[in-house]
RNA sequence: CGGGGUGUAGCGCAGUCUGGUUAGCGCGCUUGACUGGGGGUCAAGAGGUCGGGAGUUCAAAUCUCCCCACUCCGACCA
Protein backbone atom coordinates (compact mmCIF):
# COMPACT_ATOMS: atom_id res chain seq x y z
CA UNK A 1 0.00 0.00 0.00
CA UNK A 2 2.46 2.55 0.89
CA UNK A 3 5.67 1.31 -0.83
CA UNK A 4 6.89 4.36 -2.12
CA UNK A 5 6.19 6.98 0.74
CA UNK A 6 8.24 9.25 1.02
CA UNK A 7 9.84 9.91 4.44
CA UNK A 8 9.90 13.57 6.23
CA UNK A 9 13.19 14.57 5.71
CA UNK A 10 13.23 13.55 2.02
CA UNK A 11 9.96 16.08 1.17
CA UNK A 12 7.74 17.21 4.06
CA UNK A 13 5.28 18.74 1.96
CA UNK A 14 5.08 15.39 0.01
CA UNK A 15 5.06 13.30 2.95
CA UNK A 16 1.96 14.98 4.47
CA UNK A 17 -0.20 14.80 1.60
CA UNK A 18 0.48 11.18 0.39
CA UNK A 19 0.00 10.66 4.22
CA UNK A 20 -3.32 12.27 4.22
CA UNK A 21 -4.46 10.20 1.16
CA UNK A 22 -3.00 6.94 1.97
CA UNK A 23 -4.45 6.86 5.29
CA UNK A 24 -7.72 7.32 4.11
CA UNK A 25 -8.51 10.20 5.75
CA UNK A 26 -9.55 12.43 3.07
CA UNK A 27 -8.97 13.50 -1.08
CA UNK A 28 -9.47 16.14 -3.33
CA UNK A 29 -12.84 16.11 -4.97
CA UNK A 30 -14.14 17.26 -8.15
CA UNK A 31 -14.36 20.58 -6.58
CA UNK A 32 -10.94 22.70 -6.73
CA UNK A 33 -10.18 23.75 -3.34
CA UNK A 34 -12.92 21.45 -1.61
CA UNK A 35 -12.14 17.59 -0.13
CA UNK A 36 -14.17 14.74 0.84
CA UNK A 37 -13.67 13.84 4.37
CA UNK A 38 -13.35 10.18 4.02
CA UNK A 39 -15.53 7.61 6.84
CA UNK A 40 -11.79 6.90 8.73
CA UNK A 41 -10.99 10.88 9.01
CA UNK A 42 -14.33 11.74 9.66
CA UNK A 43 -14.20 9.56 12.69
CA UNK A 44 -11.86 11.53 14.00
CA UNK A 45 -13.00 14.61 13.01
CA UNK A 46 -16.52 13.23 14.96
CA UNK A 47 -14.35 12.38 18.09
CA UNK A 48 -12.63 16.07 18.20
CA UNK A 49 -16.66 17.05 17.50
CA UNK A 50 -17.73 15.43 20.47
CA UNK A 51 -15.36 15.70 23.16
CA UNK A 52 -15.41 20.32 22.05
CA UNK A 53 -19.15 20.06 22.75
CA UNK A 54 -19.25 18.42 25.77
CA UNK A 55 -16.49 20.89 26.64
CA UNK A 56 -18.45 23.80 25.24
CA UNK A 57 -21.84 22.28 27.31
CA UNK A 58 -20.03 21.98 30.36
CA UNK A 59 -19.42 25.33 30.54
CA UNK A 60 -23.07 26.82 29.88
CA UNK A 61 -23.09 27.61 26.18
CA UNK A 62 -25.57 25.69 24.28
CA UNK A 63 -25.90 24.87 20.01
CA UNK A 64 -28.40 26.64 17.83
CA UNK A 65 -27.73 27.00 13.67
CA UNK A 66 -27.39 30.10 11.48
CA UNK A 67 -28.09 30.17 7.65
CA UNK A 68 -25.03 29.56 5.23
CA UNK A 69 -26.18 32.79 3.34
CA UNK A 70 -25.50 36.01 4.31
CA UNK A 71 -27.15 39.33 2.91
CA UNK A 72 -24.41 41.10 0.83
CA UNK A 73 -25.54 44.33 3.20
CA UNK A 74 -24.78 43.07 6.48
CA UNK A 75 -21.25 42.88 5.42
CA UNK A 76 -20.21 46.13 4.98
CA UNK A 77 -21.74 47.23 8.57
CA UNK A 78 -18.60 46.37 10.19
CA UNK A 79 -15.65 48.35 8.48
CA UNK A 80 -12.47 46.08 9.48
CA UNK A 81 -14.66 42.82 9.03
CA UNK A 82 -15.35 43.79 5.64
CA UNK A 83 -12.22 44.69 4.62
CA UNK A 84 -10.69 41.50 5.75
CA UNK A 85 -13.26 39.06 4.55
CA UNK A 86 -14.28 40.47 1.22
CA UNK A 87 -11.28 39.23 -1.18
CA UNK A 88 -12.00 36.04 0.09
CA UNK A 89 -15.89 35.33 -0.47
CA UNK A 90 -18.13 33.25 -2.79
CA UNK A 91 -21.37 35.43 -4.06
CA UNK A 92 -25.00 33.75 -4.93
CA UNK A 93 -26.79 35.80 -7.75
CA UNK A 94 -28.72 33.81 -8.90
CA UNK A 95 -31.59 31.45 -8.00
CA UNK A 96 -32.72 29.40 -11.35
CA UNK A 97 -31.15 27.66 -13.86
CA UNK A 98 -32.62 26.79 -17.59
CA UNK A 99 -31.86 24.26 -20.69
CA UNK A 100 -29.13 25.73 -22.37
CA UNK A 101 -30.24 27.49 -25.58
CA UNK A 102 -28.31 24.35 -27.59
CA UNK A 103 -29.93 21.80 -25.89
CA UNK A 104 -26.58 21.18 -24.20
CA UNK A 105 -27.04 21.26 -20.46
CA UNK A 106 -27.95 24.13 -18.37
CA UNK A 107 -27.55 27.89 -18.02
CA UNK A 108 -28.02 30.26 -15.25
CA UNK A 109 -31.20 32.35 -16.15
CA UNK A 110 -30.65 35.71 -16.31
CA UNK A 111 -34.23 36.80 -15.44
CA UNK A 112 -33.91 34.90 -12.07
CA UNK A 113 -31.54 37.64 -10.69
CA UNK A 114 -31.73 37.87 -7.08
CA UNK A 115 -32.33 41.55 -5.78
CA UNK A 116 -29.50 41.32 -3.28
CA UNK A 117 -26.58 39.18 -3.57
CA UNK A 118 -25.93 36.56 -0.83
CA UNK A 119 -22.74 35.92 0.53
CA UNK A 120 -21.98 32.12 1.35
CA UNK A 121 -20.79 32.81 5.05
CA UNK A 122 -16.76 33.02 5.55
CA UNK A 123 -17.74 33.53 9.21
CA UNK A 124 -20.84 34.48 10.56
CA UNK A 125 -20.38 37.32 12.26
CA UNK A 126 -22.89 39.88 10.69
CA UNK A 127 -25.75 36.93 10.34
CA UNK A 128 -25.90 36.37 14.27
CA UNK A 129 -25.53 39.75 15.65
CA UNK A 130 -28.53 40.90 12.82
CA UNK A 131 -30.43 38.22 14.87
CA UNK A 132 -29.20 38.75 17.95
CA UNK A 133 -30.47 42.30 17.62
CA UNK A 134 -34.00 40.46 18.40
CA UNK A 135 -33.02 38.21 21.33
CA UNK A 136 -31.43 40.97 23.40
CA UNK A 137 -33.30 43.64 25.20
CA UNK A 138 -32.70 43.47 28.98
CA UNK A 139 -29.37 42.72 30.82
CA UNK A 140 -31.29 39.67 32.10
CA UNK A 141 -30.94 38.23 28.56
CA UNK A 142 -27.26 38.35 29.24
CA UNK A 143 -25.17 36.31 29.10
CA UNK A 144 -25.83 34.81 25.86
CA UNK A 145 -23.49 31.92 24.64
CA UNK A 146 -24.54 30.24 21.77
CA UNK A 147 -21.90 27.65 19.54
CA UNK A 148 -23.02 26.28 15.68
CA UNK A 149 -21.04 23.56 13.95
CA UNK A 150 -21.07 24.83 10.44
CA UNK A 151 -19.31 24.42 7.24
CA UNK A 152 -17.82 28.08 5.71
CA UNK A 153 -16.40 29.05 2.88
CA UNK A 154 -13.77 31.02 1.92
CA UNK A 155 -12.10 31.25 -1.71
CA UNK A 156 -8.65 30.56 -1.71
CA UNK A 157 -5.87 30.86 -4.13
CA UNK A 158 -3.74 27.78 -2.73
CA UNK A 159 -5.18 24.83 -0.76
CA UNK A 160 -4.09 22.16 1.00
CA UNK A 161 -6.01 19.13 2.37
CA UNK A 162 -7.17 19.67 5.53
CA UNK A 163 -4.78 22.78 6.33
CA UNK A 164 -6.64 24.94 3.96
CA UNK A 165 -9.44 24.00 2.01
CA UNK A 166 -12.08 26.38 0.55
CA UNK A 167 -15.23 25.06 2.20
CA UNK A 168 -14.12 23.44 5.81
CA UNK A 169 -15.81 22.55 8.88
CA UNK A 170 -15.57 23.85 12.22
CA UNK A 171 -17.61 25.73 15.44
CA UNK A 172 -17.68 28.62 15.81
CA UNK A 173 -19.44 30.44 19.28
CA UNK A 174 -20.78 33.89 19.48
CA UNK A 175 -21.51 35.29 22.49
CA UNK A 176 -22.95 38.31 24.39
CA UNK A 177 -22.20 39.79 27.55
CA UNK A 178 -23.13 42.92 29.49
CA UNK A 179 -19.85 44.23 30.73
CA UNK A 180 -16.23 43.92 29.08
CA UNK A 181 -14.93 42.29 31.96
CA UNK A 182 -17.26 39.15 31.11
CA UNK A 183 -16.56 39.10 27.62
CA UNK A 184 -12.46 39.31 28.22
CA UNK A 185 -13.23 36.30 30.80
CA UNK A 186 -15.41 34.01 28.05
CA UNK A 187 -12.76 34.73 25.38
CA UNK A 188 -9.85 33.56 27.89
CA UNK A 189 -11.92 30.71 29.75
CA UNK A 190 -12.22 29.45 25.50
CA UNK A 191 -8.66 29.86 25.16
CA UNK A 192 -8.22 27.62 28.18
CA UNK A 193 -10.68 25.26 26.44
CA UNK A 194 -8.85 24.79 23.33
CA UNK A 195 -5.67 24.76 24.62
CA UNK A 196 -6.85 21.59 27.00
CA UNK A 197 -8.19 20.18 24.43
CA UNK A 198 -4.92 20.80 22.50
CA UNK A 199 -2.88 19.10 25.57
CA UNK A 200 -5.36 16.43 26.39
CA UNK A 201 -6.77 15.00 23.51
CA UNK A 202 -4.47 15.69 20.64
CA UNK A 203 -1.68 15.06 22.85
CA UNK A 204 -0.10 18.63 21.48
CA UNK A 205 1.27 21.39 23.53
CA UNK A 206 0.18 24.99 22.09
CA UNK A 207 1.15 28.30 22.79
CA UNK A 208 -1.46 30.50 24.28
CA UNK A 209 -1.10 34.15 23.97
CA UNK A 210 -2.28 36.88 21.71
CA UNK A 211 -1.81 38.11 17.95
CA UNK A 212 -0.60 41.21 16.92
CA UNK A 213 -2.46 44.02 14.97
CA UNK A 214 -1.38 42.30 11.74
CA UNK A 215 -2.66 38.94 12.65
CA UNK A 216 -5.71 39.96 14.50
CA UNK A 217 -9.03 38.82 13.40
CA UNK A 218 -11.33 40.94 11.25
CA UNK A 219 -13.40 43.24 13.45
CA UNK A 220 -12.08 42.11 16.38
CA UNK A 221 -10.42 44.27 19.30
CA UNK A 222 -8.31 41.53 20.67
CA UNK A 223 -7.29 38.26 19.20
CA UNK A 224 -6.19 35.49 21.61
CA UNK A 225 -4.66 31.98 20.20
CA UNK A 226 -3.06 28.60 20.60
CA UNK A 227 0.02 28.14 18.71
CA UNK A 228 1.84 24.72 17.89
CA UNK A 229 4.47 23.77 16.21
CA UNK A 230 4.97 21.14 13.77
CA UNK A 231 7.47 18.64 12.66
CA UNK A 232 8.93 21.00 10.45
CA UNK A 233 10.01 23.66 12.46
CA UNK A 234 6.90 25.50 10.76
CA UNK A 235 4.20 26.75 13.32
CA UNK A 236 0.11 26.45 13.25
CA UNK A 237 -2.78 28.55 14.44
CA UNK A 238 -4.55 25.71 16.10
CA UNK A 239 -7.70 28.04 17.71
CA UNK A 240 -8.56 31.51 17.85
CA UNK A 241 -10.99 33.17 20.66
CA UNK A 242 -11.95 37.03 20.09
CA UNK A 243 -12.85 40.02 22.15
CA UNK A 244 -14.77 41.82 19.98
CA UNK A 245 -15.33 44.44 22.29
CA UNK A 246 -18.59 46.85 21.07
CA UNK A 247 -17.67 46.82 17.45
CA UNK A 248 -20.52 44.15 16.24
CA UNK A 249 -23.28 45.51 18.59
CA UNK A 250 -22.80 48.86 17.36
CA UNK A 251 -22.66 47.57 13.71
CA UNK A 252 -25.86 45.93 14.45
CA UNK A 253 -27.43 48.14 16.76
CA UNK A 254 -27.65 45.26 19.68
CA UNK A 255 -28.23 47.16 22.96
CA UNK A 256 -29.70 46.12 26.05
CA UNK A 257 -31.56 48.10 29.30
CA UNK A 258 -29.28 47.45 32.34
CA UNK A 259 -29.60 46.94 35.76
CA UNK A 260 -30.08 50.76 36.25
CA UNK A 261 -32.11 51.05 33.43
CA UNK A 262 -29.54 52.55 31.30
CA UNK A 263 -29.49 51.91 27.20
CA UNK A 264 -25.87 50.57 26.60
CA UNK A 265 -24.16 47.95 23.87
CA UNK A 266 -23.49 44.16 24.50
CA UNK A 267 -19.85 43.31 24.33
CA UNK A 268 -19.30 40.62 22.48
CA UNK A 269 -16.85 37.67 21.82
CA UNK A 270 -16.04 34.89 18.92
CA UNK A 271 -13.88 31.61 18.67
CA UNK A 272 -13.51 28.68 16.42
CA UNK A 273 -11.65 25.74 15.73
CA UNK A 274 -11.42 24.01 12.10
CA UNK A 275 -11.08 20.58 10.86
CA UNK A 276 -7.54 22.55 10.09
CA UNK A 277 -7.38 20.50 13.52
CA UNK A 278 -6.91 17.47 11.67
CA UNK A 279 -4.17 18.86 9.84
CA UNK A 280 -2.14 19.67 13.38
CA UNK A 281 -3.24 16.09 14.60
CA UNK A 282 -1.47 14.22 12.06
CA UNK A 283 1.76 16.62 11.62
CA UNK A 284 2.22 16.61 15.74
CA UNK A 285 2.72 12.83 16.15
CA UNK A 286 3.06 10.77 12.58
CA UNK A 287 6.38 9.50 10.78
CA UNK A 288 8.03 7.68 8.21
CA UNK A 289 6.00 4.92 8.54
CA UNK A 290 2.80 6.53 8.68
CA UNK A 291 -0.29 7.90 11.03
CA UNK A 292 0.46 8.17 14.68
CA UNK A 293 -2.90 8.96 16.33
CA UNK A 294 -2.94 10.06 20.23
CA UNK A 295 -5.42 6.95 21.56
CA UNK A 296 -7.98 9.76 22.81
CA UNK A 297 -8.75 10.90 19.36
CA UNK A 298 -8.02 7.47 17.28
CA UNK A 299 -11.24 6.02 15.76
CA UNK A 300 -9.79 2.47 16.58
CA UNK A 301 -8.02 2.48 19.69
CA UNK A 302 -6.98 -1.67 19.71
CA UNK A 303 -7.27 -3.50 16.69
CA UNK A 304 -6.88 -7.68 17.34
CA UNK A 305 -5.53 -9.58 14.70
CA UNK A 306 -5.76 -13.26 14.42
CA UNK A 307 -3.14 -15.50 12.80
CA UNK A 308 -3.79 -19.18 11.42
CA UNK A 309 -2.89 -21.79 9.43
CA UNK A 310 -5.91 -23.47 8.78
CA UNK A 311 -9.49 -21.95 9.09
CA UNK A 312 -10.53 -24.16 11.30
CA UNK A 313 -8.09 -22.64 14.07
CA UNK A 314 -9.82 -19.42 13.26
CA UNK A 315 -12.51 -20.43 15.51
CA UNK A 316 -10.80 -21.06 18.69
CA UNK A 317 -8.59 -18.01 18.17
CA UNK A 318 -11.83 -15.94 17.75
CA UNK A 319 -13.39 -17.12 21.03
CA UNK A 320 -10.31 -15.56 22.50
CA UNK A 321 -10.34 -12.54 20.41
CA UNK A 322 -13.97 -11.68 21.49
CA UNK A 323 -13.68 -11.97 24.49
CA UNK A 324 -10.76 -9.65 25.05
CA UNK A 325 -12.98 -7.54 22.84
CA UNK A 326 -15.38 -7.74 25.23
CA UNK A 327 -13.57 -6.96 28.44
CA UNK A 328 -11.98 -3.82 26.90
CA UNK A 329 -15.41 -2.58 25.82
CA UNK A 330 -16.61 -2.63 29.19
CA UNK A 331 -13.74 -0.64 29.78
CA UNK A 332 -14.46 2.15 26.75
CA UNK A 333 -11.93 1.14 24.74
CA UNK A 334 -12.68 1.11 21.02
CA UNK A 335 -11.33 -2.42 19.77
CA UNK A 336 -11.79 -3.65 16.21
CA UNK A 337 -11.47 -7.58 15.90
CA UNK A 338 -10.20 -7.89 12.21
CA UNK A 339 -11.07 -11.62 11.36
CA UNK A 340 -11.39 -11.10 7.76
CA UNK A 341 -9.78 -13.89 5.66
CA UNK A 342 -9.15 -12.28 2.66
CA UNK A 343 -6.34 -10.40 4.32
CA UNK A 344 -2.84 -11.91 5.65
CA UNK A 345 -1.60 -10.67 8.57
CA UNK A 346 1.06 -8.64 7.82
CA UNK A 347 -1.09 -6.98 5.30
CA UNK A 348 -3.05 -6.31 7.91
CA UNK A 349 -0.58 -5.05 10.39
CA UNK A 350 0.79 -2.51 7.80
CA UNK A 351 -2.27 -1.40 7.04
CA UNK A 352 -3.16 -0.43 10.74
CA UNK A 353 0.69 0.67 11.09
CA UNK A 354 0.27 3.45 8.47
CA UNK A 355 -3.62 4.16 9.83
CA UNK A 356 -1.97 4.88 12.91
CA UNK A 357 -3.62 2.80 15.20
CA UNK A 358 -2.45 2.99 18.93
CA UNK A 359 -2.09 -0.91 19.77
CA UNK A 360 -2.08 -4.13 18.01
CA UNK A 361 -2.70 -7.34 19.52
CA UNK A 362 -1.48 -10.47 17.79
CA UNK A 363 -3.26 -13.90 18.97
CA UNK A 364 -2.03 -16.98 17.01
CA UNK A 365 -1.78 -21.06 18.02
CA UNK A 366 1.29 -20.19 19.60
CA UNK A 367 -0.44 -17.90 21.98
CA UNK A 368 -3.58 -20.44 22.47
CA UNK A 369 -0.79 -22.94 24.13
CA UNK A 370 1.03 -20.61 26.23
CA UNK A 371 -1.72 -18.41 27.34
CA UNK A 372 -0.56 -15.13 26.13
CA UNK A 373 -0.85 -12.40 23.27
CA UNK A 374 2.19 -10.27 21.22
CA UNK A 375 1.11 -6.78 21.81
CA UNK A 376 2.53 -3.87 19.74
CA UNK A 377 2.45 -0.33 20.54
CA UNK A 378 2.44 2.21 17.01
CA UNK A 379 3.90 5.10 18.85
CA UNK A 380 7.52 3.46 19.42
CA UNK A 381 6.94 0.54 16.89
CA UNK A 382 7.52 -1.92 20.20
CA UNK A 383 6.24 -5.35 20.39
CA UNK A 384 6.03 -7.59 23.74
CA UNK A 385 4.53 -10.52 24.29
CA UNK A 386 2.01 -10.40 27.81
CA UNK A 387 0.19 -13.31 29.90
CA UNK A 388 -3.09 -13.05 28.96
CA UNK A 389 -4.45 -12.68 32.01
CA UNK A 390 -5.70 -9.32 32.67
CA UNK A 391 -4.85 -8.05 29.59
CA UNK A 392 -7.83 -5.91 29.53
CA UNK A 393 -6.06 -3.84 32.15
CA UNK A 394 -2.47 -4.23 30.97
CA UNK A 395 -3.83 -2.52 27.45
CA UNK A 396 -5.51 0.06 29.15
CA UNK A 397 -2.59 1.16 30.81
CA UNK A 398 -0.60 1.00 27.94
CA UNK A 399 -2.90 3.22 25.91
CA UNK A 400 -2.91 5.99 28.84
CA UNK A 401 0.96 5.72 28.58
CA UNK A 402 0.58 6.03 24.86
CA UNK A 403 -0.99 9.32 25.20
CA UNK A 404 0.94 10.99 27.47
CA UNK A 405 4.25 9.77 25.55
CA UNK A 406 3.22 11.45 22.43
CA UNK A 407 2.19 14.81 24.32
CA UNK A 408 6.04 14.54 26.17
CA UNK A 409 7.30 13.87 22.96
CA UNK A 410 5.73 16.85 21.17
CA UNK A 411 6.81 18.53 23.99
CA UNK A 412 10.62 17.76 23.86
CA UNK A 413 10.48 18.55 20.12
CA UNK A 414 9.13 22.01 20.64
CA UNK A 415 11.46 22.82 23.46
CA UNK A 416 14.15 21.44 21.43
CA UNK A 417 13.03 24.17 18.61
CA UNK A 418 12.73 27.25 20.43
CA UNK A 419 15.27 29.49 20.58
CA UNK A 420 15.81 33.07 22.23
CA UNK A 421 18.15 35.20 20.02
CA UNK A 422 19.15 38.54 20.67
CA UNK A 423 20.55 39.96 17.28
CA UNK A 424 19.37 40.61 13.48
CA UNK A 425 21.50 38.11 12.10
CA UNK A 426 21.43 35.10 14.39
CA UNK A 427 17.41 36.08 14.02
CA UNK A 428 17.54 35.37 9.87
CA UNK A 429 20.39 32.16 10.32
CA UNK A 430 17.54 30.04 12.67
CA UNK A 431 14.49 31.30 10.56
CA UNK A 432 16.48 30.58 7.90
CA UNK A 433 18.20 27.49 8.53
CA UNK A 434 16.42 26.13 11.70
CA UNK A 435 12.93 26.95 11.78
CA UNK A 436 10.73 26.44 14.94
CA UNK A 437 9.85 29.42 17.42
CA UNK A 438 12.52 32.15 17.80
CA UNK A 439 11.34 34.22 20.69
CA UNK A 440 12.80 37.93 19.83
CA UNK A 441 12.33 41.73 20.99
CA UNK A 442 9.98 43.51 19.29
CA UNK A 443 9.52 47.14 19.12
CA UNK A 444 5.69 46.62 19.42
CA UNK A 445 4.47 48.68 15.73
CA UNK A 446 3.08 46.70 12.67
CA UNK A 447 5.45 48.54 10.17
CA UNK A 448 8.25 46.53 11.82
CA UNK A 449 6.49 42.86 11.73
CA UNK A 450 5.65 43.69 8.37
CA UNK A 451 9.67 44.39 7.44
CA UNK A 452 10.12 41.03 9.04
CA UNK A 453 7.99 39.17 7.30
CA UNK A 454 9.55 40.99 3.72
CA UNK A 455 12.73 40.08 4.55
CA UNK A 456 12.24 36.50 6.26
CA UNK A 457 8.64 35.25 5.44
CA UNK A 458 8.64 35.04 9.77
CA UNK A 459 5.46 36.57 11.39
CA UNK A 460 4.82 36.74 14.77
CA UNK A 461 2.87 33.96 15.59
CA UNK A 462 2.05 35.51 19.35
CA UNK A 463 2.79 37.48 21.99
CA UNK A 464 2.44 34.46 25.15
CA UNK A 465 0.44 35.27 28.22
CA UNK A 466 2.54 33.74 30.33
CA UNK A 467 5.68 35.71 29.71
CA UNK A 468 7.72 37.35 32.11
CA UNK A 469 8.50 41.02 31.31
CA UNK A 470 11.62 41.91 30.20
CA UNK A 471 13.67 44.88 28.99
CA UNK A 472 15.67 44.38 25.80
CA UNK A 473 15.72 45.90 21.81
CA UNK A 474 13.90 45.52 18.71
CA UNK A 475 15.99 42.62 16.93
CA UNK A 476 14.92 45.05 13.97
CA UNK A 477 14.95 48.52 14.48
CA UNK A 478 17.22 48.46 18.25
CA UNK A 479 14.17 50.54 19.86
CA UNK A 480 13.31 49.30 23.62
CA UNK A 481 10.74 46.46 23.96
CA UNK A 482 9.29 45.11 27.34
CA UNK A 483 8.89 41.68 26.17
CA UNK A 484 9.80 38.59 23.65
CA UNK A 485 7.48 37.93 21.23
CA UNK A 486 7.36 34.67 19.50
CA UNK A 487 8.42 34.45 15.91
CA UNK A 488 8.14 31.62 13.46
CA UNK A 489 7.08 30.75 9.69
CA UNK A 490 3.42 29.88 9.73
CA UNK A 491 1.03 27.86 7.56
C1' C B 1 -4.08 36.79 -11.29
C1' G B 2 1.17 35.84 -13.21
C1' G B 3 5.13 31.82 -14.33
C1' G B 4 6.26 26.47 -15.04
C1' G B 5 4.45 21.36 -15.55
C1' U B 6 1.13 17.26 -16.50
C1' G B 7 -3.31 14.83 -18.86
C1' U B 8 -2.33 7.23 -21.88
C1' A B 9 -6.57 1.00 -17.66
C1' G B 10 -8.87 2.13 -10.70
C1' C B 11 -3.72 4.28 -9.13
C1' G B 12 1.49 5.35 -10.63
C1' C B 13 4.02 5.69 -15.18
C1' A B 14 6.73 4.42 -20.27
C1' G B 15 5.81 5.34 -25.35
C1' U B 16 5.37 11.53 -28.13
C1' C B 17 11.44 14.40 -29.80
C1' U B 18 12.16 10.94 -35.06
C1' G B 19 3.92 9.58 -37.27
C1' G B 20 3.74 3.21 -39.34
C1' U B 21 1.66 -3.97 -37.08
C1' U B 22 -2.47 -6.00 -32.09
C1' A B 23 -0.61 0.84 -27.21
C1' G B 24 2.94 -1.38 -23.01
C1' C B 25 4.88 -1.85 -17.72
C1' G B 26 4.33 -1.83 -12.14
C1' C B 27 0.67 -1.81 -8.34
C1' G B 28 -4.34 -2.88 -7.66
C1' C B 29 -8.69 -5.99 -9.35
C1' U B 30 -11.06 -11.25 -10.68
C1' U B 31 -10.52 -16.83 -10.51
C1' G B 32 -7.82 -21.11 -8.73
C1' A B 33 -3.98 -23.70 -6.14
C1' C B 34 -0.32 -23.61 -2.65
C1' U B 35 0.19 -20.35 1.62
C1' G B 36 -0.48 -17.69 6.58
C1' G B 37 3.80 -15.00 13.68
C1' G B 38 5.45 -8.25 9.13
C1' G B 39 2.79 -5.95 2.82
C1' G B 40 3.45 -14.25 0.10
C1' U B 41 4.23 -17.49 -4.57
C1' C B 42 2.63 -19.43 -9.12
C1' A B 43 -0.90 -19.78 -13.02
C1' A B 44 -4.92 -17.95 -15.80
C1' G B 45 -7.93 -13.56 -16.69
C1' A B 46 -10.75 -8.73 -16.87
C1' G B 47 -9.90 -3.75 -17.74
C1' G B 48 -8.24 1.81 -22.84
C1' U B 49 -13.26 7.59 -26.32
C1' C B 50 -4.41 7.83 -25.33
C1' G B 51 -8.30 15.08 -21.60
C1' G B 52 -11.86 17.38 -25.68
C1' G B 53 -12.46 19.55 -30.62
C1' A B 54 -10.63 20.88 -35.35
C1' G B 55 -6.68 20.34 -38.89
C1' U B 56 -2.19 18.08 -41.73
C1' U B 57 -1.38 12.96 -43.70
C1' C B 58 -2.28 6.96 -47.19
C1' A B 59 -1.69 6.67 -41.76
C1' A B 60 -1.92 10.59 -35.45
C1' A B 61 -1.17 8.83 -28.37
C1' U B 62 2.92 11.01 -31.53
C1' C B 63 2.85 16.93 -35.86
C1' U B 64 -0.23 22.01 -35.92
C1' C B 65 -4.11 25.21 -33.81
C1' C B 66 -7.98 26.06 -30.24
C1' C B 67 -10.35 24.66 -25.75
C1' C B 68 -10.72 22.13 -20.93
C1' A B 69 -8.97 20.04 -16.46
C1' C B 70 -5.51 19.19 -12.80
C1' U B 71 -0.94 20.33 -10.35
C1' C B 72 3.52 22.98 -8.59
C1' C B 73 5.84 27.93 -7.65
C1' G B 74 4.61 33.32 -6.29
C1' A B 75 1.07 37.39 -4.27
C1' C B 76 -3.53 36.39 -0.19
C1' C B 77 -5.11 33.53 4.11
C1' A B 78 -7.68 29.66 9.77
Known sequence: MAKDFPTREENYAQWYNDLVIKADLAENSAVRGCMVIKPYGY????????????????????????????PKSFFSREADHVEGFAKECAVVTHYRLKNAP??????????????????????????????????????????????????????????????????FLWQEGHTAHATKEEAIEETEKILGIY????EEW???????????PNERFAGAVETYCIEALMQDGKALQAGTSHFLGQNFAKAFDVQFLSKENKLEYVWATSWGVSTRLMGALIMAHSDDNGLVLPPKLAPIEVVIVPIYKKIEQLGEISIVANKIKQALEKKGISVKYDDRDTFKPGWKFAEYEFKGVPVRLAIGPRDLENQTVEVARRDTLEKEILQMADIEN??????????????????????NNTFSVDTWDEFKDIIENKGGFVLAHWDGTPETEEKIKEETKATIRTIPLDSK????????TGKTSNQRVVFARAY
Open 469 to 476: PEIGKCIY
Open 394 to 415: KVEHLLEQIQKKLYHRALSFRE
Open 195 to 198: ARFA
Open 202 to 212: MAMPVLKGLKS
Open 43 to 70: AIWEKIQSTLDRMFKETGHVNAYFPLFI
Open 102 to 167: DGKGVVVDETAKLEEEYIIRPTSETIIWDTYRNWIQSYRDLPLLVNQWANVVRWEMRTRLFLRTTE
